[in-house]
């Protein structure tokens, strides 16, 4: 790219201060300069406040750049990442880099950030003492807990809890050692740090306030952390999040004014007319600042200066923190340390997790904890921000500003008395009036469009129904919703991916801490949504969780399919389709015996007894029990049957003994719960008697081997299967087949069949997980045999023996 006639600007930091300015330039003047970044990282631009997601498994790097290489070449901006300045002559006007690129400039803005603080103990040079401030450290991190067991995080800030849970849910033993009394001490008071800490220890932290530690012990590599009261603690990894400090030592070095950061006036310029200063790397008006919030704020101010635009400048920023720690949801802002002429208006519910403390003074609030319900920060944010006099909604204020008046009867009031400059998005410093005014300006009209052009809930997507209802409200009729994976239901905006994905990176274990963690807006839960995380936790964590019957069906709950007259129908499993005289006379003994009006054989080879009657099913489940026979599932969203065909043993032209490989997937699959229904079959030549092509998996044996097919079905829409490839023995068979099913007992969603499944990802993407690398396919089948340990336990024995016996008792007549 060649240098132009134009003024030349060079940027010293490619992080998000950085490129906000220039973001926020290039709206103002976007042919104005010749812009140069220089960066240490050699990375692009990524949202350094989403490293939290990545340890904890929940994002990647590619989800959290903010500008792409495409963005810079755009904007015709040079980007030489990895090669940091290291020099500046402020009278010539030239920089030099790391890699002796000596480049003059018109103006300097240095975005050089923070560094976090090192505790000089002794042992802090140990290897396996780390900080967490950037993707170097992450990597760091994952790695350490792929070789180690033990890992201390010195500090229980909001950084440090943040490394605490990513590195437990790398399966790391963590204990956090904190200084102070109470947790996040700057960020709440010591009520909602006592709850932190309590909820945390819950998940399995350790937690020990007041550690004051005294030295890091170890031979070349770090093995425990001594305490000043005598305490140690073993480590294979200490992770130092103590806090940060402005990172000046480049500015100080040549001679700008500096005091704890890089001193600026309120227009970001520092003691050189020519050089500029931006984010936590700056020291204005006394006050250095380590959120994201004042950044924003900064930046276009710096971008206004720039462009020669008039502006009223930086006055500083009121700040806010939302804690990102998995499923603990943490608001403060203001001022909550109370005294003289202060009052608190306090709400705990111990039962639901919650906390809310105002502070008030003279009729205005200063400062606002939340602990478990978050949702009216930016409300209460704003009012602090405004100094509004809150007089008239005291009373009420602590319960949200859903009970102001007409704020339940209409959904879009809340959002709509919202002032221009209200925060929608922290995460990208994005406004109300920002929003609105790219809906109108550019004709947006989706969540997708406002993504796109904002940055608006595309991070850490807490905000998303704010938005929603803003874009609501902005557009009326004109709104279209998202195209993209709709929530689960009305109670939570998190589609069925993303709440399968946060159950296992946040360890949730159990449907209230589902519900608490993500957010849910109703406390017990729809008739949508229980049903499909009770599948979800049950899938995710087998032997660990308890399946609850509440959240199932009736068919599943009574482990029988209820029929329009309000009895019951009973199919015994009969394996790959055969049966024996025995279990036929137990058949036609529990027929007489009950008085069983209907037996027909069904489609799936088996027998089905119709008109079974409540309170007798326990009875009839135990004398088929007596004889052998197993539930056939025929009522739950798991496997049904694997039909076959006589094969080798009989037909003439059979390839394959294809009734001895059903009966053996059959004894090996049964038992296991599915997102939907789940029916195989084995045809013994390519003429297809078992009708396996249309089935969810189908084995058609031929001379050769055995050709095998995914994602077919009957029904109203009859799909053929697709071919997913060839094996040569029964073995590879059952391996693809395990293999298989567990990859759509994991990623598919509740109620969704194979078949959509498999259009929804593709038949490609399945190909590759199941193909590509023997040692994933052989991780799913030994994740589903883990599963089946826990599963195959006939539920009608154990309701015959008295299990759930509640169930099927009549209801008592009241006289």
Known sequence: MAHSDKPRLIIVGNGMAGMRTLEELLKRAPDMYDIT??????????????????????????????????????????????????????KARIVTSAAGRRLVYDKLLFATGSEPIIIPVPGHRLKGVITFRDMKDVETMIDASKRHQRAVVIGGGLLGLEAAYGLSTLGMQVTVLHLAPHLMERQLDSAAGTLLKHELERRGLEIITGADTAEIVGTGQVEAVRLKDGRSVDADLVVMAVGIKPNVWLARSHGLATGRGIQVDDHMVTSNPNVLAIGECVEHRGLCYGLVAPIWDMAKVAADHLAGQDNSGYVGSTTSTKLKVTGVDLFSAGDFSGGDGTEDIVFRDAARGIYKRLVLRENRLIGAVLYGDTGDGPWYFQ?????????????????????????????????????ADAEICGCNGVCKGDIVAAINDKGLTSLADVRAHTKASSSCGSCTGLVEKLIGHTLGAEFVADTGPKPLCGCTHLNHGEVRRLIIARELKDIPSTFQALEWTTPDGCHTCRPAVNYYLLCAWPGDYVDDARSRFINERVHANIQKDGTYSVVPRMWGGVTSAQELRAIADVVDKFGIPTVKVTGGQRI????????????????????????????????????????????????????????????????????????????GCPRNCAEATIKDFGIVCVDSGYELHIGGNGGIHVRATDFLCKVETEAEAIEYCMAFIQLYREEAWYLERTAPWIERVGLDYVQHRLMDSEERRLALRDRFLLSQKDSQSDPWAERAHGKDAHEYQPLETIG
Not at 652 to 674: H, K, P, Y
């Open 608 to 683: 089905d007894l119709l008109g079974v009657k409540k309170d007798d099913l326990t009875a009839v489940w135990a004398d088929l029990g007596a004889a052998g026979m197993v539930s056939g599932h025929a009522y739950g969203k798991s496997l049904r049957t694997v039909k076959t065909c006589v094969g080798t043993d009989w037909c003439r032209f059979g390839t394959q003994d294809s009734t001895g490989l059903g009966v053996t997937l059959e004894r090996a699959t049964w038992g296991s719960w599915m997102p939907h229904k789940f029916k195989m079959a084995v045809s």
């Open 37 to 90: 970044v220089f960066g240490q990282e050699p990375r692009l631009n990524y949202n350094r406040i989403m490293l939290s997601p990545i340890l904890a498994g929940e994002k990647s790097y590619a989800d959290i750049i903010l500008n792409d290489w495409d963005w810079y070449e755009a904007n015709n901006i040079r980007l030489h990442a990895g090669d940091p300045i290291v020099g500046i002559d402020l």
């Open 383 to 419: 009012m602090i921000k405004d100094g509004t006099d809150v007089a008239d909604v005291r009373a009420t204020m602590i319960f949200g500003q859903g009970f102001e008046e007409g704020a339940l009867t209409d959904p879009f009031k809340a959002v709509a008395d919202l002032p």
